[in-house]
Nanobody, 125 residues
Framework: QVQLVESGGGSVQAGGSLRLSCEAS????????LGWFRQAPGKEREGVAT????????VYADSVKGRFTISQDNAKNTVYLQMNSLKPEDTAMYYC??????????????????WGQGTQVTVSS
């Protein structure tokens, strides 16, 4: 079973930056893709970005395209989410999730079967 631990969340002003980290147990290639999702109070969980672990290609939500970048360090079994030009609407709990091989690497959360506990991101102004 894959275990995921997120870190790097915090409170920043609008226009600022944060880098989230997701450390996965075992080998990062054990999962087809690793994605970032977020959920604000009273809102639906939404996909932010996902990366194919073997290919290194990524998919982004339109709302973060051009501002966020997902990347991976296979040696460290870690996936990152670099968030620039943050907006108040980016405020949410951010979760890392893994999808097994055979599942689609989409931004739909039902495709992912392993989840971290989340890290809070708060953007003021």
């Amino acid at each position: 079973q894959v275990q995921l631990v997120e870190s790097g969340g915090g409170s920043v002003q609008a226009g600022g930056s944060l880098r989230l980290s997701c450390e996965a147990s075992g080998y990062i290639y054990s999962s087809n893709c690793l994605g970032w999702f977020r959920q604000a109070p009273g809102k639906e969980r939404e996909g932010v970005a996902t990366i194919y672990t073997y290919r290194g290609s990524a998919v982004y939500a339109d709302s973060v395209k051009g501002r966020f970048t997902i990347s991976q360090d296979n040696a460290k079994n870690t996936v990152y989410l670099q968030m620039n030009s943050l907006k108040p609407e980016d405020t949410a709990m951010y979760y890392c999730a893994a999808a097994d091989y055979g599942r689609r690497c989409s931004l739909g959360f039902n495709e992912y079967n392993f989840w971290g506990q989340g890290t809070q991101v708060t953007v003021s102004s």
